[in-house]
């Protein structure tokens, strides 16, 4: 593989609180190559949209990306002025958020918004921005996109919308995409059409892709990696088939479990037991102790560390399954 | 559109009537004009010439009926005190009021919106809890209070300003204004700013609350993630959707002080219709009350078209129903 776009090391994210310190981001690390698409899973409040938002810097107070770097075609973003962080951010690493009803600005049209994208990055005059706009639309699927980018966004319905954030974020030829959850508002055709159209898209450009989701089938279809994210941690890394086929972590083991296809017909699901833990107070152990089937007294007192499995998986794990490769 | 305006227009009418003829029997109700205007020791025969010439003599229905037919003629009656036309009475004594009302008004939203933006961004900030803790004490102490400790500050002890009175004017399109001279200047800036007061700290807790909640949305965020440069997410992304309250507010405000900005007439000696109100209620000058009400319905149904048609300015989602309403 080709030097990686984004290559992101021991990334640390934490919040002030009241009650004391959140680490919502642990010792994050992985690396997207060109045209490759990381599926980033886990539930809610598993720290995967903060590690998106903490790569384009956009982490509000009380929060603050702690340690780690995070390394953009070979520059880190940690040590990038505030003005050279807004000239990357849209330009080179494009976002696109999950509820497309709400990431559009209501009370501007869709043209405004997106040629002020286009403009605070590239010295174009309003009518080529504008050429620019209508043509990223028309690559979308969206129909007459000239007509419909003078629309207003409540003008529009939610799979338009999302097309339309799509088409913003594809504009201006990223070099890294994070889509945080961006199909999961839609109902599934619009879903499907939405993936294949951006998977197809991708490829031509070889534009990397970040994508969070808590959907493990959207991944196992879209993804050639993906990492497991539990309470700040990613637990388990890999390829996306040998992952899948053969989960490691317990934690794995259990969201592929209560996939209700993964079963047999008229079998029980299994759900994981319990909740996510609370970040203010983690157990001293791995995190996920308190949910394993596995838990033993090692779990409950020390924090495993991240373990290469060799074939570029790594685990976080002191009973992990067997993995044949 | 055109549909909309006469039916506005329609609704202005039928208001002006009622009102019209509220005032016309409540203020006959109140007390008899010719015992205050007739000078007591002018004999009889002189009174009731007087009372002849105003119309006094005839029963209020009749005096009413009178009334109608003069307004078909755009004639709202004769002030008793000033033996001239109620309307042109009204007329002469409006341009000063207005010129005090717009610049106070102006100052409010010149002042009031940065304020506001800032305490509501940031909430945290010392200077944001100095302005949130002026604008309490800008609504809460009484507005003639206020215009004293004006006084008493820049004309008495600083002698910077003159305490009253209107200054110096000149005609603009035939209208006698303030504000084109430095001497009418001087004498409106105080005015004007016992009128802001109040008013500023309106629109500073509207801007402050809408910012701090506008702040938060996702099409925020998501303009920073395009790399939008932080004025434009500011005065564009933020600022266009926290205007409805404010203009709304400000619609009404401009209403109120126009029609009653009494206090600060009284209290700076500024020759508007406030004042003249007050002084016609005092002796019963009923054409000049009711002509002067009539004015004042017309001009909250002119501010309140001008607010809805900033509203669908400002707002697409209200366009597509204002063709209906």
Redesign the interface.
Known sequence: MSDPVLSVRNLVTQFETRAGIVTAVDDVSFDVGPGEVLGLVGESGSGKTITGFSI?G?IDKPGRIAGGQIVLNGQDLRQLSPPDL??????RV??I???PM????????IDTQMI??IR??RDVSKARAREMAIEALGLVGIPSPAERVRT?P?EMSGGMRQRV?IA?ALMLEPDLIIADEPTTALDVTIQSQILSEMQKLLAERQTALIWVTHDLTVVAGLAHRVAVMYAGKIVEQGPVDALLDHPAHPYTQGLIASIPSSVPRGQRLVPIKGMTPSLINLPKGCAFAPRCPKTSDQCLSARPEQENLGSARTLRCFHPSEVSS | MLAYLIRRFGQAFLVMAVMAAIVFFGLYAVGNPVDLLINPEADLAEQEETIRRLGLDKPVHVQFGYFLGGLTQGDLGTSFVHNRPALELILSRLPATLELAFLGILLAVILGIPLGMIAGLKPDAPYSKVIMTGSVIGFSTPNFWQGLMLIMLFAVFLGWLPAGGRGETVDLFGIPVSFLTWDGLGHLILPAINVAIFKMSLVIRLTRAGASEVAL???V??????????A?VLG??IL??IMIPVVTVLGLETGNVIAFAVVTETVFAWPGIGKLLIDSIGLLDRPVVVAYLMLTVFLFVMINLVVDIAYSI????VRVKRGKS
Request: glycine share 4%; net charge positive; aromatic share 8%.
């Open positions: 384009l956009l807004h000239k990357l951010r849209g330009d494009a976002m958020f999950q509820d709400m990431t559009l600005n209501p009370v501007l049209r002020e994208t605070a990055h207003y409540h954030v913003i | 949305q996702d099409y965020k998501y303009a920073r993630a395009r790399g939008l440069s932080p434009r564009v992304h266009k959707n400002l707002d697409p989602r």
